[in-house]
Each structure stands twice: as structure tokens, then as C-alpha cells.
């Protein structure tokens, strides 16, 4: 049976600065997928910040055609295949890139990361929060995409939240009573980044109605569950973000989900 504190699932169905040096104002180009140089990074706000923030690539802004507030991921329209689909996914250049992060009104980064995004490769970059440090952080993901498959969808669940406890994943295909335990021990990655290489990894599944629930790990406590459609031809990202003890009003513990839809 599904037992425990029911906090159900957002709709699934649909510091100290870094000093910024030489800021240019004018945006950093955004590559289209006709160019050859180019890595596709996905950019979410997790953080427990009252503010928007701003994104820089190599000390330039830049320009979203969003505002990067808390529980958001930038969404482009990008051509694929000749198709316009809605994309998490913002080409840039490939190579070793600082990706910086500020508040909104400052100048200052308060937050930065340098590593090298491969030729044509996907990825996401999720700003976080550390309530023992009181300061952003960040997790780079290696979204491997696949292939188009109209039968399945894939799904992967990461825990963002400084104050969850490691979590359970229980899943119940044609959101029936017979489930199984898909995930196991997903702890808060701001502390234990050595487990990305395993959580960054999608998981197959085939497309249809699910329901979902997320326990204390070990235990029959549901904190989170909800109902899930998976369209095939789908990359699922469920984030586990907010706060179980909150303090910060409109920041429970909730998630979010970022989609992609291969056309």
C-alpha cells in the first residue's frame, strides 16, 4: 500500500562572487545545429535563491529568451530535422567553457564552473543549493539522448534537495497497484558528487502511464508521489528540489520535469 506524508508531485502531465572581468554586453551567439562545432547544454535553476539568475558563457551574458528563476529550465525552439520542437537544450561551443551564474542586479558571479563539452554531445547544468555552506553550487550531467524509439521513453530521477534524505523509487506501470523499485539510495548529489556518473544515466522504459513514488530510503514513508505519462520518443528528467524542513515558503519539497521530445 502507499502510505505516509503525501506532498504531491508538481503537474508531471504536461555569496561570496566571483569577480567578472571585462563584462561585455553583448550575448555570447548561440549556435544552430547546421554548424558543425557545437555541444547542446540544457541550464536549470535549483537553487533556493529568492532571485533570477543570469547565465554567462566565458564572462558574457548570455541572452535567454526565459527568466532563470527558481524551479526553471531554459526552453528554445530548435530545428530538427526541419522540425521545430520545443528544446531544453541551447547549442554552444564545444571545448573547455566556464559557465558562470549571478544574481539578478549583480555583476558579480555567484557562482562558476570550467570543463569541456565534447563536439555534438548533450548535457545539462543544474544550479543547486548547500544549506551547510549557504552558497550555490552546480552538477554537470552527460545526457546520453539515444535514438528515436516510439515504444519507449527514457527516465532518469536525481535529488537536489540540501535536506531530503537518500530516496527510493518506486514505479507502478498503467498507474496500477503491481510496482517495482526502480531506483534505490538517491542521496542529495551537492554532497556526493561521485554517484553522477550512475544517476546521469537513463533508464528504458516502455512508454505509457505510470504512477510514481519516492520513500525515505529503506523505509514505507512516501514523500513525493504523482502520475507520470511517457510518450515514446521521450527523455525524462525528474529533480527532486525545495526543501522537507522548509523555511522559505513557496520552496517545499517538490520536483521538476524536463522533457524532451525527440520529432
Known amino acids: 500500500m502507499r502510505k505516509g506524508t503525501l506532498l504531491l508531485l508538481s503537474s508531471l502531465l504536461l ?4 569577480s567578472l572581468r571585462c563584462r561585455k554586453e553583448q550575448a555570447i551567439p548561440v549556435l544552430t545545429p547546421s554548424q558543425a562545432d557545437y555541444a547542446r547544454l540544457s541550464v536549470t535553476n ?7 539568475l543570469h547565465f554567462y558563457v566565458d564572462g558574457k551574458p548570455v541572452s535567454l529568451p526565459d527568466s532563470l528563476d527558481y524551479g526553471t529550465t531554459v526552453f528554445v525552439n530548435s530545428q530538427v530535422d526541419g522540425v ?14 566556464q559557465l558562470g551564474f549571478s544574481l539578478a542586479g549583480s555583476d558579480n558571479l555567484a557562482l562558476a564552473l570550467t570543463d569541456y563539452l565534447k563536439r555534438g554531445e548533450n548535457y545539462s547544468v543544474f544550479v543547486i543549493d548547500s544549506l551547510q ?26 535529488n537536489l ?60 514513508n512516501i514523500l513525493l508521489e504523482g502520475g507520470l505519462i511517457m510518450p515514446g520518443n521521450s527523455i525524462i528528467t525528474i529533480y527532486v528540489k525545495g526543501l522537507l524542513r522548509n523555511e522559505y515558503g513557496n520552496k517545499d519539497l517538490n520536483v521538476g520535469v524536463i522533457r524532451f521530445q525527440h520529432p
Do not use: C, W
Open 133 to 158: 555552506h549557504g552558497q550555490l553550487r552546480s552538477v554537470l550531467l552527460h545526457d546520453d539522448l539515444g535514438t528515436k524509439d516510439t515504444l519507449h521513453t527514457k527516465l532518469r530521477f536525481i
Open 15 to 18: 555569496a561570496a562572487g566571483l
Open 84 to 97: 521545430s520542437v520545443p528544446s531544453p537544450y541551447l547549442f554552444m561551443p564545444y571545448g573547455y567553457l
Open 161 to 220: 534537495s540540501p535536506d531530503a534524505p537518500a530516496l527510493d523509487v518506486y514505479i507502478y506501470p498503467n498507474a496500477g497497484t503491481e510496482g517495482y523499485q526502480l531506483f534505490s539510495g538517491r542521496a542529495y548529489l551537492g554532497y556526493d558528487q561521485s554517484k553522477i556518473r550512475e544517476e546521469e544515466k537513463f533508464t528504458l522504459l516502455p512508454a505509457g502511464p505510470y504512477y510514481l513514488t519516492a520513500t525515505e530510503a529503506g523505509t514505507n
Open 46 to 52: 535549483a537553487a533556493l535563491v529568492n532571485a533570477n
